[in-house]
T-cell receptor
Framework: SQQGEEDPQALSIQEGENATMNCSYKTSINNLQWYRQNSGRGLVHLIL?????REKHSGRLRVTLDTSKKSSSLLITASRAADTASYFC?????????FGAGTRLTVKP | DAMVIQNPRYQVTQFGKPVTLSCSQTLNHNVMYWYQQKSSQAPKLLFH???????NEADTPDNFQSRRPNTSFCFLDIRSPGLGDAAMYLCATSETLGLNTQYFGPGTRLTVL
């Protein structure tokens, strides 16, 4: 299946700590995206990394991509309570985008 | 602000009673998507429109239909809702396919009694 799988399923940390979420997938990709979803809301796009890129940054977010291992990681540095949400990776291959099941992040104040 | 709007935010229907969910966008994007998301699961793509071209996912039940009368609006029709269709329904848009960052609406929570 092309669908990404996030690890861990749930993560609980203290405010100020870093949070790392991983995504693994099984097929080729054109790009991989990370989205955030607050409870009961729609998804918000965070960052897109192309298959020929290895790392991208956006504010407190750092995404890495290792196509040889078919994996990606999302690092949120200096986490805040407002970062509490579910985080999904989505793999795109030939205009077909599939979401993983997500990591539920809880940041305790 | 340009956005994706879904109405209603909460919809309650009875088993077997047809229901229509609405999505509109001010982004003027070519592609509109409908996803079904059940609790703690990944959003599951039901279908998408590229302009007027309808693309149905192979495993989307016939019970789910869609209409896109113009660029701005897209509707999800559930002809005979079952208890298993209770879920969050998310509408999304993208400018085009490929490198397609998607912009999501807030979702409609469907309850089937």
């Amino acid at each position: 299946s092309q669908q990404g799988e996030e690890d861990p399923q749930a993560l609980s940390i203290q405010e100020g700590e870093n949070a790392t979420m991983n995504c693994s997938y099984k097929t080729s990709i054109n790009n991989l995206q990370w989205y955030r979803q607050n409870s009961g809301r729609g998804l918000v796009h965070l960052i897109l990394i192309r298959s020929n890129e290895r790392e991208k940054h956006s504010g407190r977010l750092r995404v890495t991509l290792d196509t040889s291992k078919k994996s990606s990681s999302l690092l949120i540095t200096a986490s805040r309570a407002a970062d509490t949400a579910s985080y999904f990776c989505a793999t795109d291959w030939n205009n077909d985008m599939r979401f993983g099941a997500g990591t539920r992040l809880t940041v305790k104040p | 602000d340009a956005m994706v709007i879904q109405n209603p935010r909460y919809q309650v229907t009875q088993f077997g009673k047809p229901v229509t969910l609405s999505c509109s966008q001010t982004l003027n994007h070519n592609v509109m998507y409908w996803y079904q998301q059940k609790s703690s699961q990944a959003p599951k793509l039901l279908f998408h429109y590229y302009d007027k071209d309808f693309n149905n996912e192979a495993d989307t039940p016939d019970n789910f239909q869609s209409r896109r009368p113009n660029t701005s609006f897209c509707f999800l029709d559930i002809r005979s809702p079952g208890l298993g269709d209770a879920a969050m329904y998310l509408c999304a848009t993208s400018e085009t396919l490929g490198l397609n960052t998607q912009y999501f609406g807030p979702g409609t929570r469907l309850t089937v009694l």
